[in-house]
């Protein structure tokens, strides 16, 4: 449905940021493979969160080191943003907030708003197209955040922990939709749950300490979503959670 | 239920007055009772009605006119810091300046006429209205600001899509307050001088002693404000319609 041809990759170099004055990380230096999904683990507050807002360039550019894009892409029309709250209008229907974007950049036509129908189908949203997210439950409206990601085309993903406000079933499902239908695309999902990390990242990262500092990358077997009953996935949750445990020390 | 009760709240207080009338047997040029009151309505109906529609023009044109001039200039302060930096101070000056002391000033200028009665009004609308669109303006959600600037927005769509319909309840408890005061900008207006209108209306009957139709004319006012009232916040519940629906949710 969405082909993401080529995706560039993001490669941190040496980057720092301070809050107050006070280091929350640095020295971050690794690299983000195009294509693949990459999840970024860590304890709440040790900026992971903030890392990702400086990827987005929501927080401009009060930071050390550099972030760029692999094959010399720039920032412009390369990236999707979906976060925890689904940051749906109340005051748009759920087609209308599915095109946001295009909506924003003057760019909402006929063939859009198909499409927008097409991909909320896809999602199992049919009939809400002209419902308003406030008939919506947590989940549905969390889908509607997704398609309108989608709806981007955009190559490069930054999720900000997406799923933890769901239920665990909605969250399953809801991975698996997320991983079916951004296939291809490079992905960075930030999250603080390693079971979420082991079960959709190609790559997991983590991010822990104070400065916060990244570990060496984490390839888990096989191919996502990976089933968390093998022992060799158990094995490394268990792995991930004492570095995680030990980052906070 | 909502209705049944307000009417209920009515006629409780219709019997507290008709009680005090009875209790104190006032004589009827200090304090008639409702049935006075509505005779007084009755025999001189066509004339009050004259008298309120006037008021009520002068009351729904300040109304909207302060709601438009408070809308635009909270659009102004928000679209650039310059001018708000300059115009805040000077809307904040503003409050300081007792508008009942301005009221024979407008009269002076705008004549007896309705134009210093809208005037009136409008100054006292102006205010809330303005700060409350402005600080809804103000106060949109960063994170929505942060996915239309992922989303390479327009300025102006991110306002017109975004900032402003996030804006509108706040606006809409602005405008609410606004129709509630705006009755007092026109009868003030009216009593500082005039020749029609129910506040002229009242002075008249106050210098002659007939309490009753004072009374009339009040009861005839109560019932325009509370109507601009109720009709303001029906309207405003049409606009902000997504907040009524998450009432309800909440509610269910």
Redesign the interface.
């Given at each position: 449905m969405t082909h993401f041809q080529d995706p560039p990759g993001i490669l941190l170099d040496n980057v720092g940021f301070e809050f107050g004055g006070t280091a929350l990380f640095s020295g971050l230096d690794f690299v983000i493979p195009g294509g693949q999904w990459t999840c970024l683990l860590g304890p709440s507050g040790c900026g992971k969160s903030t890392l990702l807002r400086l990827i987005s360039g929501s927080l401009g550019s009060n930071f050390s080191g550099s972030i760029r894009f692999d094959r010399g892409f720039s920032r412009k029309n390369l990236t999707a943003w979906m976060s925890q709250k689904d940051l749906l209008l109340p005051w748009l229907t759920v087609q209308s907030n599915a095109m946001l974007g295009a909506r924003l950049r003057g760019e909402a036509t006929e063939e859009r708003r198909q499409r927008a129908a097409a991909l909320l189908e896809a999602a199992g949203l049919k009939g809400y197209l002209d419902a308003y997210p406030a008939a919506l439950s947590g989940g549905m409206r969390q889908r509607v955040a997704l398609v309108r990601t989608l709806m981007e085309d955009r190559p490069v993903i930054l999720m900000d922990e997406p799923f933890s406000a769901l239920d665990a079933l909605t969250r399953l499902k809801l991975q698996d939709l997320a991983l079916e239908l951004l296939q291809g695309a490079t992905v960075l999902l930030v999250t603080h749950d390693p079971y979420e990390a082991l079960r959709l990242g190609h790559r997991i990262q983590v991010m822990a300490g104070r400065p916060a500092r990244i570990r060496p990358p984490l390839t888990p077997p096989g191919s996502p979503p990976r089933r968390l009953d093998e022992s060799e996935v158990a094995a490394l949750h268990t792995r991930l959670f004492e570095n995680l445990k030990s980052g906070e020390g | 239920m909502p209705a049944v009760r307000f009417v209920l709240i009515c006629l409780g207080l219709i019997l507290v007055w008709q009680a005090v009338v009875w209790l104190t047997s006032v004589p009827a040029f200090i304090l008639p009772g409702p049935a006075e009151t509505v005779l007084a309505l009755w025999r001189k109906g066509p004339l009050l009605v004259h008298h309120a529609g006037i008021t009520l023009l002068e009351i729904s044109a300040g109304l909207v006119l302060g709601a438009v001039f408070g809308a635009f200039s909270a659009l102004i302060m928000t679209a650039s810091g310059t001018l708000k930096r300059w115009l805040l101070p000077v809307l904040v000056m503003s409050q300081a300046v007792p508008v009942f002391a301005l009221a024979p000033l407008l009269v002076l200028w705008l004549g007896y006429g309705p134009a210093s009665k809208i005037a009136m009004a409008v100054l006292i609308i102006f205010f809330p209205v303005t700060a409350a669109f402005y600080d809804g303006l103000r106060s949109t959600?960063p994170?929505?600001l942060?996915?239309?600037?992922?989303?390479?927005?327009?300025p102006r769509?991110?306002l017109y899509?975004?900032r402003i319909?996030?804006a509108?309840p706040a606006f809409a408890s602005g405008l609410r307050v606004a129709a509630a005061v705006a009755p007092i900008g026109a009868v003030v207006g009216e009593w500082v001088g005039s020749s029609s209108g129910l506040g002229f209306y009242m002075l008249h009957a106050n210098a002659r002693m007939q309490t009753d139709l004072m009374f009339a004319a009040l009861a005839l006012l109560v019932v325009m404000a509370l109507s601009l009232y109720f009709f303001v916040d029906w309207s405003m519940r049409r606009v902000?319609?997504?907040?009524q629906?998450?009432i309800q949710?909440v509610e269910q």
């Open positions: - | 959600d994170e929505w942060d996915l239309a600037r992922v989303m390479d927005a327009r769509a991110v899509h975004i319909p996030a509108l902000v319609y997504w907040q629906t998450e949710e």
